[in-house]
């Protein structure tokens, strides 16, 4: 997304927030740059009061200094999660005092929640008719607070264009390295994870962060297969093939995958391809047919088919617009 000025993200900090998520969207978007070093991002912290200290759920308040103010001049809100929504969670209603703060948003302006920073949205209508997700302790009561939203409490993060909700704590860098990679490519969302030491994309949703029994440590894992298919992206795979990985019928070894990556074999195998054309696509000056068969679609057809499921556009449509984006970027 070229622009004269980086894009300005707002985080809003509400009383009872928690620390470690309030830090996310610095640590994930401060930490994007050009070729050139310079941030593709500004982010500011503001609250719904004038500037002054913000409670937190931990021992400590918090000195904000920009006001709700602040928030008329985002490109993007994000509000992080709060232990102290009173009204909001429980009657699924806005204070006064955080109606008049929203009020002050632009239209237009992408709206982004992490956990149950996502009753907030909901709560102002935003979520209305959308898929959405928060932690998923919390999916039930949210879904009952607010019936209109389709709530998915199985996945990290959802993206519905313009208003991106996550679940818990940690799915909030899921979801900013996603914003990142979606904004300025697959490049320089590798290089933020790679920095903040977290995976550029982690496999699976929250499901399988829901408490089940301990797993009997005499089972083998599924990660050698993973391991071995990832080697291989641009080879025929068969389920069966990875099942034999691990010496598992493909019955087991299906079941064991699931319990372990949150998806099923073939999901995660279309999802590491989509990534690997993806980088493909940003970094080479591979033919969309050559692309298509390093990432293991086979034909320019099927990896059409697969961008076009997942990221809502075609691979030259994805090529020339991340390719405009690196050219305005060296200032070509």
């Known amino acids: 997304m ?18 470690f998520e309030l830090g996310i969207p610095q640590r994930i978007f401060g930490r994007a740059r050009d070729e050139h070093g310079r941030g593709l991002y500004e982010v500011v912290t503001c609250s719904v009061r004038p500037p002054g200290p913000v409670q937190t759920d931990a021992d400590f308040a918090l000195l904000v200094e920009n006001g709700p103010e602040a928030l008329a001049d985002a490109d993007t809100v994000v509000v ?31 709206l982004v929640a992490i956990c149950t920073g996502g009753y907030v949205l909901a709560a102002a209508g935003y979520l209305d008719g959308r898929p959405a997700t928060t932690h998923w302790a919390s999916a039930e009561h949210f879904q009952r607070l607010f019936p209109k939203v389709r709530v998915d409490a199985d996945v990290l993060f959802v993206d519905d264009g313009d208003v991106l909700t ?24 590798n290089e933020v994870a790679r920095r903040t030491v977290v995976p550029p994309h982690r496999d699976g949703g929250q499901a399988q962060y829901i408490e089940r029994p301990v797993p009997d440590p005499r089972q083998s894992s599924t990660a050698g297969a993973r391991a071995w298919a990832l080697a ?49 696509l940003e970094a080479t000056g591979l033919s969309v047919d050559q692309v298509a068969r390093a990432a293991g679609f086979g034909t320019a057809q099927s990896m059409r088919q697969h961008l076009q499921a997942v990221l809502g556009v075609t691979p030259t449509a994805y090529r020339r617009t991340f390719r405009a984006e690196s050219s305005t970027a060296r200032g070509g």
């Open 2 to 19: 070229p622009s004269d000025r980086p894009h300005r993200v707002v985080v809003l900090a509400l009383d009872g927030l928690i620390p």
């Open 80 to 110: 992080p999660a709060s232990y102290e929504l009173g009204p909001v969670y429980e009657e699924g209603t806005l204070t006064g005092e955080l109606a008049a703060a929203l009020a002050r948003i632009r239209p237009g302006t992408r």
């Open 166 to 189: 996550s679940a818990g704590v940690a799915a909030g860098i899921d979801l900013c390295v996603h914003i990142v990679r979606r904004d300025h490519g697959t490049a320089v969302a």
């Open 232 to 280: 291989r992206l641009q080879e025929p795979i068969q389920l069966r093939d990875m099942a034999e990985q691990e010496a598992m019928s493909v019955r087991t070894f299906t079941r064991r995958f699931r319990e372990e990556a949150g998806i099923s074999p073939g999901q995660w195998l279309t999802r590491q391809r989509v990534e690997r054309a993806r980088h493909l």
